[in-house]
C-alpha cells in the first residue's frame, strides 16, 4: 500500500470549514483513497473514500487531485465533536494500515 | 446488533497471566478483523477472518497471540503469558458484505494493561 503524509495537527474554528491535507505520491492506479477518524476512546470511524473522481456524503467531502498525489478531506461547518485524529488511508483491498493521522482541534 | 460490540472494555491482568477479549461483529458481517493500538499510535493490524477461516495472521506479533472465529460470528483474542509490551488498545471491526471497499465498522476496543 502508498504510504501517505498528513500533518501532525490543526486547529479549526468552530462553523468554519476544516480542509485536512495529505499527500499519497506513491499511489497506485487501481488504489483508492480511505478517510478514518477516531474520536478519544472510541474505535476509527468510516468517512468517505474515493478513487479519482471528488466525492461528497452527509459527513464529508473528499477532494483528490487530477495526478492522485494528494486530496483534502473538507468537513465544511466543523463543530466541537469533530476534534478527533483523521487518517489518510491508500489501499487497493485488504488490511487499513493506519499512519499517524492529523489532530484536529475544532474550538469554540 | 446496533454496532460491533467488544467485552471487557477494560482489562487488568498480571505479568504471565492469559487473557481472552470477546468481539461481537455486527450481524450478517462476514469479514472480522483484529486490530492492536497502542498508546499515542495509530491501529495495527493483527488478523483477518472471512467467515470462520482465519486468512491473515501476519500482523500478530508472537505466538502467544491466538485468535478464532470457530462459528464465523464471535470472535475471541486469546494472549497468554502475557508482558508489559502487550498493553494497549484491541480493536475489532467487522466489515458489510454488500458494501464495496474497505468501510470497516470498529468498536470501541478493549484496553489491556499489564502489570
Known amino acids: 500500500d502508498a504510504k501517505t503524509t498528513q500533518p501532525t495537527s490543526m486547529d479549526c474554528a468552530e462553523g468554519r470549514a476544516a480542509n485536512l491535507p495529505c499527500n499519497h505520491s506513491t499511489i497506485s492506479g487501481n488504489e483508492y483513497v480511505y478517510w478514518y477518524r477516531q474520536i478519544h476512546s472510541q474505535g476509527p470511524q468510516y468517512i468517505i473514500h474515493g478513487l479519482k473522481n471528488n466525492e461528497t456524503n452527509e459527513m464529508a467531502s473528499l477532494i483528490i ?34 499512519g499517524q493521522g492529523t489532530i484536529l482541534t475544532v474550538h469554540p | 446488533g446496533a454496532g460491533v460490540s467488544q467485552s471487557p472494555r477494560y482489562k487488568v491482568a498480571k505479568r504471565g497471566q492469559d487473557v481472552a477479549l470477546r468481539c461481537d461483529p455486527i450481524s450478517g458481517h462476514v469479514s472480522l478483523f483484529w486490530y492492536q493500538q497502542a498508546l499515542g499510535q495509530g491501529p495495527e493490524f493483527l488478523t483477518y477472518f472471512q467467515n470462520e477461516a482465519q486468512l491473515d495472521k501476519s500482523g500478530l506479533p508472537s505466538d502467544r497471540f491466538f485468535a478464532e472465529r470457530p462459528e464465523g460470528s464471535v470472535s475471541t483474542l486469546k494472549i497468554q503469558r502475557t508482558q508489559q509490551e502487550d498493553s494497549a488498545v484491541y480493536l475489532c471491526a467487522s466489515r458489510d458484505p454488500w458494501e464495496g471497499g474497505e468501510k470497516l465498522f470498529f468498536g470501541s476496543g478493549t484496553q489491556l494493561s499489564v502489570l
Do not use: M, Q, W
Open chain 1, 65 to 98: 487531485t487530477e495526478d492522485r498525489k494528494s486530496s483534502t478531506l473538507i468537513l465544511p461547518h466543523a463543530t466541537l465533536r469533530d476534534t478527533a485524529v483523521y487518517y489518510c488511508i491508500v489501499t487497493r483491498y485488504g488490511k487499513l494500515t493506519f
